[in-house]
DNA sequence: CTCAATGCAAAATGTTTGCATAATG
DNA sequence: CATTATGCAAACATTTTGCATTGAG
């Protein structure tokens, strides 16, 4: 079963990692190895990551990376549009690869953070808002548990 | 202008203010000097207020007052339900007082974070969502300029 | 070879804790 | 008067900055 699994999803991830890359350079930054192996984090992964997270999963591979560079490439990759930054009420800030093909929200997993995205979106209805605010952007997600971690315990 | 509206006010004022104090008593918490400065600071105000904004505005009535204090007391409100805290992306986290009576949702000024609340709620449509998680709850919020900081630059 | 990215150390920020003193119920 | 809340100081966690060194283009 991983077997497959994994085959199925390395080639998605090649991709999303390739995409972002692709941003990097763009944008005029350097391609590094750090950087490259920021990518392939988040790539293989749908849920989100704290700076922790991804510091502890950067020094498997590069033991002497340092927690600044980690916090300054965050920073940058949230800049570009390539992360989702987003702060847990209890568990502080955190990043997940963004989507940029299209307007999505989220169905986020409390327990492991997994995430799913939909397409429904809210202000697609004709609300009667109160007040003469200019509206400017909006955030809209469903927390709950999902279908692994209710199973699991 | 000024005095008309003031007055209206005060009477809620004093309403919310007796509301936070009643619930802090049921809870068993002491009603001290500070803890009334504090309902009546979050009476008075419509928009959220960083620890820094309430420790400002406590200090200006009690001198002596402590940062530790402010937070220990904005954390136990918020733990009771008097306060809705949030973590706004720049800004870091901020609290309001909390509307008990009724579910809604908030559109907020981006601007002098000025809050009106109103009813829609996207979750009583028939969505259909991705995977089968067990909702817990959700998030909805507008950001936009609202009237008066529109006008004002 | 040049300039950007990194690692290190140290600082700045925001929040929490332990304990003696003061104040509430 | 018993017990909770406060202020102080210090600890702690998280994020940011300055600067010499390393590495990508």
Not at 1 to 15: G, I, L, V
Not at 32 to 39: S, V, Y
Request: charge should be negative; include cysteine.
């Amino acid at each position: 079963m991983a077997d497959n699994h994994d085959h199925a999803h390395s080639h998605r991830h090649n991709h999303l990692v390739e995409d972002m890359l692709a941003t990097m350079s763009r944008n005029g930054w350097r391609i590094t190895e750090q950087r490259k192996t920021l990518a392939k984090i988040f790539a293989e992964q749908d849920g989100y990551l704290s700076p922790k997270d991804v510091y502890d999963q950067m020094s498997a591979e590069y033991p002497s990376v340092s927690f600044d560079t980690v916090y300054r490439n965050l920073r940058m990759l949230s800049e570009m549009g390539v992360l989702e930054q987003f702060y847990f009420m209890e568990g502080g800030l955190k990043f997940k690869g963004s989507c940029l093909s299209h307007h999505h929200h989220h169905l986020i997993c409390v327990n492991c953070e997994k995430t799913m995205t939909f397409d429904y979106c809210p202000m697609e209805q004709s609300l009667e808002l109160p007040g003469n605010y200019k509206i400017l952007n909006h955030r809209f997600e469903i927390y709950g548990v999902c279908d692994q971690c209710q199973n699991q315990s």
